[in-house]
């Protein structure tokens, strides 16, 4: 099996993923998508930049939308269970060679700025600004009714070798897809806060982000969503679903924002607090890994990622193509 | 507008469509899809034929399964309001040139045996035997939870012709498209019994058989189909969907039982109780006439139908192919 | 058996009931609680009165709401099939002594005013404006997305006495609840648009409306509807439920507006076009005919309805209390 | 605030609530009801006892039936992190004077057995047997689809001390009530897997079980068990709902075995997992604390619970009725 075993003390204590900071051609247009589309709070905007929060959230944030001159990817943001776990990743990702360093961030505390090996630009901290609860004021609640950031996809060019480091500091596997001759991993789901994923990794041209996702109440919301997107002008921006996922179990649509970064819609996956819990194998030529149902994903959905920024993306390791793909 | 204008104060009053016979090849398969699977329940069995109906129906029979060498409908049955609509049928076909004829059939009163002019084998009665209510028997509920049989889509060779046909006797078209360019109807939706459609036809080689139709309370009751067929050896039977139709706003899933036989799932179309309702006019050029999410029927959606027994199809007056196939 | 025998051939077509006009002493207040609670649109609106429809309604209004010094019931509307049908109308009521008249009402045509034999104030009508379709603006959708009216339900004083009545134009009952030492009817369900009610009667101090109501997509809808009043102040305009109705079958929701005229949310009864539809009788000692699930309705339910403008109430012939009261 | 602060690092880790033993007396009522009603699935039965899991979950079982001449809930039962966890519970457990012993328990690991301050009974292991997944075997699920099992509920003499005492390892409050006069805890919410509650403990004559809880798809699978249970001679069984909590903002059901142990039916509570989430206030005069709709709790909601297997319970401490009891 190709999946690494658990390490299950970790040097630093990560909690969940917290937030992404996208860079936007339009902030009106992207403020059009996540705040009226999608139904995503508005925290704090100003000439620059949008901060969002979904229904359930008491973080200040877990979108910004940047305005920049081309879309891209800035950064992905982590929160760790106490200021002594920033010190100690500051010395774990400084012992491996890789950028460190302390920045100043708005809303957020003490801000430890690193990237991955494949240059992931990532952020971590243990303190943001709280807001006040707004999940019981029904009244704001509309669009997809997104109650919280779920999880991070991003295209890999060496899934084993993402898998590897981020199992260091504690990420365990839930699920993951390997190449049946090569034994190398297709990809894999990876996660922290008790779901199935605070992060996964395919096999593709990256480091690349696939998407965000956003956990909403039930497939209802995402059949609303689909009916408002279609009849607002936004059916374009429809690429996948809605559909049942084998991997993970849950309910999903993907869209695409007017830059072309990619949400998904998601909900009804499990709980996965046990540490012993045994990751769950799909072969690669299994179609109902992708969708339960059997329709195929689009060309695009396998293709298109959003680029972090100043990073050089290269080509995976595998490189042949799922069976599945349409 | 090529849609003929109703009448109102027709021949014969029918109320509802009411029944299918279809000719299946292997009575416990065609029994585990329909009974086992969607959830319609045994009215009557035998040797040679299953009688089904569906959770709200009070009717003997919505589906009659029939052993036979190869696949067909036999017939499609519909419900009239009185005695006196029978003979007054009886004498509309006649005065036609149609075939008529008092047939006998199990479980229902007097019954009219005649065929449209394109072929398709029509059975007419007011009185079938009545069933206790099932209703509340929440125990019996499983599969999709069908409520009740909703409606005929047939693929007609010269759709203009089965609609004014169909027209001259009282049914209300409630939504159609068109070909712009020679301004015959490419589908039309007519209705009895206050719904979207009781019979609808769509241009194709025929008289064919699309699909038949029931209605479930929820779409999330398609869902839970969904992840059931997917699961329990059904997914190839899953053809298209979910998805919301543009055309009668209807939430859908279309599925195939063991001989090819296509049954949609279908709900949450609307009310058209009113005589003065105005047809809707789609373009058919407009993708979101089929799915108002925007993706596509896959091909054999469009080419694949049921015959019905003993009449020959023939190729359509209309051989444009619509815009929107995959 | 107390209920009588269908009227097949009535002397003229009731198609559905249509609309109600609702005395409010201040439109404002009623305006937020129709159109931005529960998410009604708004037809026309000026200093005296707002007419609302629902979203799937293409005739101009289901609510007229009309400023007065004192709150009540104008009048309830209901559709005919043609213009004839109102001239055998008028003849219906004049023969039987009760009052008559040709009333102008803004948006619709040829309007006949007249009472049923307690005193209800009813008019009915061939043409009203139609409106362009809304029911894919799913932009306009909020609050329980009401789709249309579906019923009214009045405190009748002798129910026997109004479902005689109204069968004898054609309404037809479809559930009744009798008391079993005097055999007189305690409540009634009548439809002339094939669901299970467009017009009941319950024994009890009238005539008054005890309440309108919509038809919405699903339950979840009314839960919405629920979090929402719950939270923006109408927490006390919240009277009973949700629940499922023994007699319907339906999912339910009682509140209140700020008048107190009391309106069901309502989905999911059953399709009653057959005419040989066997009503379905209720045993008064049998609670779970008012709420499927065993919880009671609260006394305010028994007891408070609308009065009808200048209509004197009076007492029931049946003054036995239900046995589930609570 | 009468809140204490949370201990982030406890002496050892609880993961999560994990089992419940209820003594129960006529085993196949019993079965019925968590089996065949719920649909829980057997993970192994003998002539004593029963031992079921719901769908998500891999460990052998969340819930045991044990046949006994008297109802009583025999033990609680916790997930901790590592076996090194259950040598540093026990010594926990020790120091303070409460009883420790390893037990052997069917199907578990190590076992430690021991009781909190106020002789609730409570087990903790690191290792249950594993059991392949079933969450995509779709087949399997019926009546109300458990997911997982959610929380234990316990009537407390002394809600500060409870609380006081849960948290000294770890279990941190994320809502509570006080009593405004005396600023002692009327109740509290407590958590260790990131949800609102593992364990809660509400004022009153203790301890006592008040409820254990399950997980479940959506709020439509808890109105889909309603109509089960109030067709098939469970009526009487429905104590209280459905309704929407305002403390955990959980939609709910509550259900009563044959043996009077309390069930709730909990879907739609939020993520917990940051460990600087505020705990939310509640004032004891709220109504929509309990219920945010309104409707009130029915008096046998307030009073019984299920006795803890020889364990003596006393009077609350706070004698003061909540206002809001009817």
Same mark, same amino acid.
Not at 150 to 170: E, I, K, L, R, T
């Given at each position: ?12 204590? @990560? ?5 992404? $900071?996208?860079?936007?051609?339009? #902030? ?44 891209? /990817? ?10 002594? +776990? ?16 302390? /920045? ?7 801000? !430890? ?8 630009? !990532? $952020?971590? =901290? ?12 029904? *009244? #704001? ?18 899934? +084993?070798?993402? @898998?590897?480091? =981020? ?11 390997? +190449? $049946? ?5 297709? &990809? ?37 969503? !689909? ?8 059916? *374009? ?28 819609? =998601? ?5 996965? /607090?046990?540490? +012993? ?6 072969? !690669? ?9 059997? &329709? ?6 396998? $293709? ?23």
């Amino acid at each position: 099996m190709p999946v690494p075993s658990p390490v299950l003390y970790p040097a630093f204590n @990560v909690i969940r993923l917290s937030h992404v $900071e996208l860079a936007v051609k339009d #902030l009106a247009a992207s403020r059009a998508f996540y705040v009226d589309l999608l139904g995503l709070q508005v925290s704090h905007e100003d000439a620059e930049a949008i901060y969002l929060r979904a229904m359930e959230e008491r973080g200040h944030h877990c979108v910004i939308l940047r305005k920049a001159d081309a879309p891209c /990817v800035n950064v992905l943001g982590f929160k760790v269970f106490a200021e002594a +776990d920033l010190d100690a990743a500051h010395k774990f990702f400084a012992d491996q060679g890789l950028p460190v360093a302390w /920045v100043e961030r708005p809303f957020m505390g003490r801000t !430890l700025r690193t990237a991955d090996p494949h240059g992931i630009p !990532l $952020e971590f =901290y243990a303190k943001m600004d709280r807001l006040p609860p707004i999940h019981q004021q029904y *009244a #704001l609640y509309h669009g997809v009714k997104p109650l919280r950031i779920d999880h991070f996809n991003c295209f890999s060019p060496d899934v +084993d070798a993402s @898998v590897a480091f =981020y199992n260091s500091f504690g990420f365990r596997v839930t699920e993951y897809t390997e +190449d $049946e001759g090569s034994k190398k991993l297709w &990809a894999a789901w990876m996660h922290r806060k008790g779901g199935v994923h605070d992060m996964a990794f395919t096999n593709g041209r990256g480091p690349r982000l696939h998407h965000l996702a956003f956990w909403v109440p039930t497939p209802l919301n995402i059949i609303d969503l !689909l009916d408002l997107m279609a009849t607002t002008g936004y059916v *374009a921006n429809i690429e996948r679903g809605p559909g049942r996922h084998g991997i993970s179990n849950a309910f999903f649509l993907y869209i695409l924002d007017p830059d072309g970064h990619r949400t998904e819609i =998601y909900c009804s996956d499990y709980q996965t /607090v046990d540490p +012993d819990l045994e990751p769950i194998h799909w072969d !690669l030529k299994d179609p109902q890994r992708q969708t339960l149902w059997g &329709a195929p994903a689009p060309k695009s959905w396998f $293709e298109n990622g959003s680029a972090f920024a100043n990073v050089a993306a290269r080509d995976a390791v595998l490189t042949a193509q799922p069976i599945i793909a349409p």
